[in-house]
């Protein structure tokens, strides 16, 4: 049991080690957007033709503009930064305690998959172009695969410790 026990606990800490470096990496990148996407207009301009090219130009355009503007209005992506690192502290107790708190590893696979119908409505709504989208919801897809992984590994972690 003992051996089985620990190969569970040390697999499961791994893929939740990816999953917060993962959000906060997120969350990080969220700070210096107009920076960010000032070397991806530099990068799409090599195809200045191109759908996508002619999208992040837009963005960068707009962004840079509202930034000059109102630059208080980054305020709102500071705090979606924030909200990423707030997230990750929360899978630190599963990390700690993996049976006990399995239900935080429930909890990211329902914020995961709330991304789909989010990113297709909102992005709609927003005139987000619909290939953006499915790299936005390519995020809920990826993201809840590890803890999918987790959860299994936890029930099993679960049965072998406390033979429920």
Known sequence: MGDRAEELR?????????????????GATALP????LNWL?????????????????SVHEGLAETNARYPFLAYGTDWLAFAHFVIA???VGPYRNPVKNVWV?????IACAM?????????AVRGIPFGWRLIDCSFGVFGILPLWACRIWIKKLERLSYGA
């Open 115 to 123: 991304v789909v119908p989010f990113a297709l409505l909102a992005g």
């Open 89 to 91: 502290v929360a899978f």
């Open 105 to 109: 590893i429930e909890f990211g696979m």
């Open 33 to 36: 957007l107009e920076t960010e």
């Open 10 to 26: 040390g697999r499961i800490r791994l893929w939740l080690v990816i999953f917060i470096v993962g959000l906060v990496l997120g």
């Open 41 to 57: 207009a530099r990068i799409a301009a090599s195809s200045p033709n191109s759908g996508l090219s002619r999208w992040i130009s």
